[in-house]
């Protein structure tokens, strides 16, 4: 069972920055990807980036050269760095873990909202 804590929402200004930190509550090393999502209401939850225990990465055509997604094992964190917000980017944000061992499970966090507004 993995717990992922999301945490650096919050409001900004449209063209501003904002980091977000997806802790989880084991070794990322043994979890075979990790990921952003987000979901505003009445639409579908949808893939923002992801990465892999490899190192390869995959981005959503909006957020392409905007967003960046990291990761640091030593502290069990994956990040997505925001930068170049817009106000289409409101939502929740939620981090995302896939784990093949024992079997294969998606484990979700709690989310963290995320609003752009002048």
């Known amino acids: 069972q993995v717990q992922l804590v999301e945490s650096g929402g919050g409001l900004v200004q449209p063209g501003g920055s904002l980091r977000l930190s997806c802790a989880a509550s084991e070794s990322i090393v043994s979890i075979v990807r990790m990921g952003w999502y987000r979901q505003t209401p009445g639409k579908q939850r949808e893939l923002v980036a992801t990465i892999t225990s490899g190192g390869a990465i995959n981005y959503a055509d909006s957020v392409k050269g905007r967003f960046t997604i990291s990761r640091d094992n030593a502290k069990d964190t994956v990040y997505l760095e925001m930068n170049s917000l817009k106000p289409e980017d409101t939502a929740v944000y939620y981090c995302?873990?896939?784990?093949?061992?024992?079997?294969?499970?998606?484990?979700w966090g709690q989310g963290t909202q995320v609003t752009v507004s002048s």
């Open positions: 995302n873990a896939l784990k093949h061992l024992p079997y294969t499970r998606v484990y």
